[in-house]
């Protein structure tokens, strides 16, 4: 018996709805299908428990081959069920069954929610590819509307900047006071208080070095690009990256040469929604090797799929730039957000992480 929540069941979901759609639709920033841009399906690949199992559209049929026996289902099933699992994931919460389709799950040897996979690739398609006229086998990452919103950069201590503090002079005591504010937003109104005693934020560091060294892989700039938005969303009411971005531009820290309106800062954090998107961990060595090696695969709240794929890149980068905002992650457990003291100079620590719209 399967059970699981939102984001499991999507797995499955994403199986049976493209499974009866039979082809893949590209979508624009504004997640809205682009009707003349698609892919057709020639066949889904999963492995699960030890198998390999292949899902082949022939015509209005699907044939299985799980290594053991080869079996045939028409497309009409995979509508009908998709459209009945859609309907429970919308409906329920927390963990769940889904009684009415175990029965054909099992029939198309579907065992458990979610298939065994590496890193960021949910999902593995054989599509045709027009413009070569060949097939071309593209590794997907799942992200689903249907239950919360989902994080493209998870936070952790690898994503902590830090920051010295200038002008501060105060004793301890006021740096104590500041620390032992408690309120729902007590990240903000501590800077608050810094700001108001003369105190200014400066970037100086990440606390993690191979972080640090996977965005100057990216993008030289991008340290001190990313540090200003996470300043900039913890002392405005910001969270929109494209918000923030469209703000730090006018302000323009790095002193870019903007007389022709080329956009840096844009350009730079796209590239690093990317990179992030299909591979680039903080916390590990980054090699520029893309392990989604198709794209996203983004689950709307009516449970059309679409494809944000890396041949229409534009579409794919404005997609993350336009659908994605930071949060404020654990300060307790990311141990972020209290001024401390060391080598003679006072610090804090504030930490990025991204969520979708």
């Not at 593995?124 to 590794?139: N, P, Q, T, Y």
């Not at 323009?252 to 929604?273: A, G, I, S, T």
Request: one cysteine or more; hydrophobic letters at 40%; charged letters at 25%.
């Amino acid at each position: 018996m399967l059970q699981g929540n939102k984001g499991e069941w999507s797995e499955i979901y994403t199986l049976l709805k493209l499974l009866g759609d039979k082809k893949l639709f590209s979508g624009d920033k504004d997640l809205n299908k682009i009707e003349n841009l698609f892919y057709p399906i020639i066949k889904i690949l999963r492995d699960e428990s030890e198998k390999n199992l292949e899902y082949q559209i022939d015509g209005d049929f699907v044939i299985i081959n799980n290594d053991e026996e080869i079996t045939r289902f028409s497309i009409e099933q995979f509508q009908q069920n998709a459209i009945v699992l859609l309907k429970s994931i919308k409906s329920s919460n927390e963990t769940f069954r889904v009684p009415e389709i175990e029965r054909f799950l099992e029939l198309i040897s579907c065992h458990s929610l979610k298939a065994k996979s590496s890193k960021k690739t949910d999902i593995r398609i054989v599509i045709h590819d027009s413009r070569l006229d060949r097939r071309e086998e593209l590794g997907f990452s799942i992200k689903s509307h249907l239950g919360g919103d989902s994080t493209l950069l998870n936070a952790g201590r690898s994503t902590n900047f830090i920051y010295s503090i200038e002008n501060f002079t105060q004793p301890n005591s006021i740096a104590n006071q500041i620390n032992s504010i408690d309120s729902k937003s007590k990240i903000k109104d501590r800077l608050a208080l810094i700001e108001m005693y003369g105190g200014l934020l400066r970037f100086h560091d990440l606390e993690n070095q191979v972080f640090k060294n996977n965005l100057i892989l990216i993008d030289s700039a991008l340290p001190f690009i990313l540090a200003e938005i996470v300043k900039m969303f913890f002392i405005t009411k910001l969270n929109s990256l494209k918000d923030i971005v469209e703000n730090i531009a006018q302000t323009n820290p790095m002193q870019f040469d903007m007389q022709f309106k080329h956009r840096f800062y844009e350009y730079k954090v796209k590239r690093f929604l990317m990179d992030v998107a299909l591979g680039m961990m903080p916390s590990k060595v980054w090699d520029g090797v893309y392990d989604a090696t198709g794209g996203y695969l983004v689950i709307k709240e009516d449970g059309e799929i679409l494809c944000y794929h890396l041949y229409n890149r534009n579409q794919f980068e404005d997609y993350l730039f336009n659908n994605t905002r930071l949060e404020t992650a654990s300060s307790t457990r990311h141990e972020f957000g209290k001024i401390y003291q060391e080598n003679s100079g006072m610090f804090l620590k504030l930490n990025l992480q991204i969520r979708f719209i």
